[in-house]
């Protein structure tokens, strides 16, 4: 009984946390978020944040890993076959992902340490699409279609992420059968 009360509070503890965290993300660049300004805007002492993160990146280390997570078992739902001649269903299902936590990623992306996030969102997206039964096997390798599908996926990545910082002004499933 006991260890369920720690679990519970445990998790509380990283709620709030992770909620100061994305409060404070909106105000100011990541840079100049402290542990301090955390634990006060989560109303923790600075001993409860580091025994559950050893810094503040480690906050954003943990939320890029749970998105990277539920992205990959999105994709891996996804059956990748024909996708260059039918890519609207994974692109709505990518943007239906987006929408049920548009708020985290709008704080996300419009950080100043988005650069690098984005960029594994890109790779992960590249490295499923290449994964397509079109592509016939001997082209997988030829360096002429992991280019086209980088700067594919790239182009992807962008768009959305035009759209989070408000510089897109439309639905995201309508930009998605765009896309397609």
């Given at each position: 009984?006991r260890?369920?009360?720690?679990?519970?509070?445990?998790?509380?503890?990283?709620?709030?946390?992770?909620?100061?965290?994305?409060?404070?993300?909106?105000?100011?660049?990541?840079?100049?978020?402290?542990?301090?300004?955390?634990?006060?805007?989560?109303?923790?002492n600075?001993?409860?944040?580091?025994?559950?993160?050893p810094?503040?990146?480690?906050?954003?280390?943990?939320?890029?890993?749970?998105?990277?997570?539920?992205?990959?078992?999105?994709?891996?739902?996804?059956?990748?076959?024909?996708?260059?001649?039918?890519?609207?269903?994974?692109?709505?299902?990518?943007?239906?992902?987006?929408?049920?936590?548009?708020?985290?990623?709008?704080?996300?992306?419009?950080?100043?340490?988005?650069?690098?996030?984005?960029?594994?969102?890109k790779?992960?997206?590249?490295?499923?699409?290449?994964?397509?039964?079109?592509?016939?096997?001997?082209?997988?390798?030829?360096?002429?279609?992991?280019?086209?599908?980088?700067?594919?996926a790239?182009?992807?990545?962008?768009?959305?992420?035009?759209?989070?910082?408000g510089?897109l002004?439309?639905?995201?499933?309508?930009?998605a059968?765009?896309?397609?």
């Amino acid at each position: 009984m006991r260890q369920k009360a720690e679990y519970r509070s445990a998790k509380r503890s990283r709620n709030l946390i992770r909620q100061a965290y994305m409060e404070l993300l909106q105000e100011k660049p990541l840079a100049k978020i402290t542990v301090t300004d955390i634990a006060k805007r989560a109303d923790i002492n600075r001993g409860t944040f580091y025994a559950h993160y050893p810094d503040v990146r480690g906050v954003t280390e943990e939320i890029e890993r749970e998105i990277i997570k539920e992205m990959l078992i999105l994709l891996t739902k996804f059956e990748c076959s024909h996708f260059f001649s039918h890519p609207t269903l994974l692109l709505l299902k990518i943007s239906r992902f987006l929408e049920k936590d548009e708020d985290i990623y709008k704080v996300l992306i419009r950080s100043d340490n988005a650069g690098n996030f984005l960029e594994k969102l890109k790779q992960i997206f590249a490295d499923h699409v290449l994964s397509d039964t079109d592509i016939p096997a001997d082209l997988k390798n030829a360096k002429t279609v992991s280019i086209r599908i980088n700067y594919f996926a790239g182009g992807i990545v962008n768009v959305y992420k035009q759209w989070f910082t408000g510089q897109l002004d439309c639905r995201l499933n309508d930009m998605a059968l765009e896309i397609s």
